[in-house]
């Protein structure tokens, strides 16, 4: 089956971060492409990936970049289905810089954005784009949630049970 979420980042280094999101379209058990091309450095491959996207199957590209950060609105300007951009943390800026350039941009081109680092969510929305048209994947994102929902439960049982002092110990671990 083809991929259907591409993920594409502008350094290797953004490569971290962007992870997260294929980690949790693994759980979820969607397909993906990941890749890294600069749309400054590589003008002409990062076209022909845009381009080309939809016909290798992507119904949405996750894209994450830092600085300038304009890798997600040049993906937008090009692929009509939707993208989601992952502003990277910057060392000079906070990554603010790249959350400014992704959610900025003009009417007509949007890129739905998520928090600095935030590849995880950007993850769970790709799958949860996919799910308007998938009642199996839809499931499964119900199940991840339940999932979350069990584990934050546990660990507010276990602050009752020992103690914040001695919570705070152990996680330290």
Known sequence: MAAKVGIVMGSDSDLEVMSKAA???DVLK???DITVISAH???DVFYDYAKSAEEKGYKVIIAGAGGAAHLPGMTAAIFSL???GVPIMTK???GVD???SIVQMPAGIPVATVAINGAQNAGILAAKILAASDEELLGRIKDYAAGL???VAAKSEKLAKIGYQEYL???KK
Do not use: A, D, Q
């Open 30 to 32: 969607v397909e993906y």
């Open 149 to 151: 929902k069990e584990t």
């Open 41 to 43: 450095r590589m003008p």
């Open 98 to 100: 790249s959350l400014y």
């Open 169 to 171: 110990k152990e996680s």
């Open 82 to 84: 939707p993208v989601i």
């Open 92 to 94: 000079s800026l906070g």
């Open 23 to 25: 980690e949790v379209l």
